[in-house]
């Protein structure tokens, strides 16, 4: 009986080395990933009113977000991969290194051009085709083409949208219904979407984290619906404020369930 407990107490130590290792290297690839993203202070550089909510669900993230200046034009990206933890953090760089191939290789025409080349680039990565037996591995991402001199903003998206609120009216422009990879249906085009900005208006850009987060007093999804009201409210108040806002509502909201994937949400006020 000694010896049954004494290999038992062997194992269970084994185990918690083995947690520790695992912890250690997951930490480990969080500081390769988070060297990829942009710097909170090269955001705020380009963007001086703007803010950054970054929660993942795990120590990697599924989720990223991308920035790169083409000559007086800023392109913006914020990127959900499928799954989060260890796969979505991999396609994630996946994502951020195929952005910056197609902006350093081609001349950028429009918000879908640059959609439509990574989709081409990460399904030869991923060796899809289209067959039936293939993972359908993707990622749905909104992205932005600022031309502050012009007062423009060109969009497309793949499943996520961008939101523009103005004097507490929201504008709200949808991604098409296809991911960055094979879609189920159909494969198209992307849409691209141009529109004109004002002062004060406030861009918003994020994943479903948020809205699909359960919680609340009926333990349902937070919801667009809400997500957007909460997004007007916040529209008024400054970035900084608005950061702090959201992530409130959110552990609020949430209590005590599990947070069930990560959470960006990037706003702008064009001043």
Same mark, same amino acid.
């Given at each position: 009986?000694?010896?049954?407990?004494?290999?038992?107490?062997?194992?269970?130590?084994?185990?918690?080395?083995?947690?520790?290792?695992?912890?250690?290297?997951?930490?480990?690839?969080?500081?390769?990933?988070?060297?990829?993203?942009?710097?909170?202070?090269?955001?705020?550089?380009?963007?001086?009113?703007?803010?950054?909510?970054?929660?993942?669900?795990?120590?990697?993230?599924?989720?990223?977000?991308?920035?790169?200046? =083409?000559?007086?034009?800023?392109?913006?990206?914020?990127? *959900?991969?499928?799954?989060?933890?260890?796969?979505?953090?991999?396609?994630?760089?996946?994502?951020?290194?195929?952005?910056?191939?197609?902006?350093?290789?081609?001349?950028?025409?429009?918000?879908?051009?640059?959609? /439509?080349?990574?989709?081409?680039?990460?399904?030869?990565?991923? +060796?899809?085709?289209?067959? =039936?037996? $293939?993972?359908? #591995?993707?990622?749905?991402?909104?992205?932005?083409?600022? *031309?502050?001199?012009?007062?423009?903003?060109?969009?497309?998206?793949?499943? /996520?949208?961008?939101?523009?609120?103005?004097?507490?009216?929201?504008?709200?422009?949808?991604? +098409?219904?296809?991911?960055?990879?094979?879609?189920?249906?159909? $494969? $198209?085009?992307? %849409?691209?979407?141009?529109?004109?900005?004002?002062?004060? *208006?406030?861009?918003?850009?994020?994943? #479903?984290?948020?809205?699909?987060?359960?919680?609340?007093?009926?333990? %349902?999804?937070?919801?667009?619906?809400?997500?957007?009201?909460?997004?007007?409210?916040?529209?008024?108040?400054?970035?900084?404020?608005?950061?702090?806002?959201?992530?409130? $509502?959110?552990?609020?909201?949430?209590?005590?369930?599990?947070?069930?994937?990560?959470?960006?949400?990037?706003?702008?006020?064009?001043?």
């Amino acid at each position: 009986m000694k010896g049954k407990k004494v290999n038992n107490e062997d194992f269970i130590k084994s185990l918690q080395k083995q947690q520790k290792e695992l912890e250690q290297s997951l930490q480990y690839a969080s500081y390769i990933q988070q060297s990829l993203f942009p710097k909170v202070s090269e955001l705020k550089h380009i963007f001086p009113d703007s803010f950054m909510l970054f929660m993942p669900r795990d120590i990697v993230s599924g989720d990223f977000y991308w920035i790169h200046r =083409e000559k007086d034009k800023i392109i913006l990206a914020i990127g *959900d991969s499928t799954g989060h933890g260890v796969p979505g953090a991999f396609l994630s760089i996946l994502g951020i290194s195929f952005l910056n191939l197609v902006v350093s290789k081609y001349p950028i025409s429009s918000a879908a051009f640059v959609l /439509n080349n990574l989709r081409e680039y990460l399904m030869k990565a991923l +060796d899809q085709t289209g067959k =039936e037996y $293939e993972q359908k #591995d993707g990622i749905d991402m909104a992205l932005c083409i600022i *031309d502050p001199k012009n007062k423009t903003v060109q969009f497309a998206g793949a499943f /996520n949208p961008v939101y523009i609120i103005r004097d507490t009216v929201i504008h709200q422009f949808e991604g +098409d219904k296809m991911p960055i990879g094979v879609a189920a249906e159909y $494969e $198209e085009s992307f %849409k691209n979407y141009v529109f004109k900005i004002q002062e004060n *208006d406030m861009l918003y850009l994020f994943t #479903d984290g948020f809205p699909d987060q359960f919680g609340g007093p009926n333990e %349902k999804k937070y919801k667009y619906k809400r997500f957007r009201e909460l997004l007007i409210k916040c529209s008024l108040q400054p970035t900084f404020v608005q950061e702090e806002t959201l992530s409130n $509502e959110f552990f609020q909201w949430k209590g005590d369930q599990p947070q069930l994937d990560d959470v960006t949400i990037f706003g702008i006020r064009f001043t």
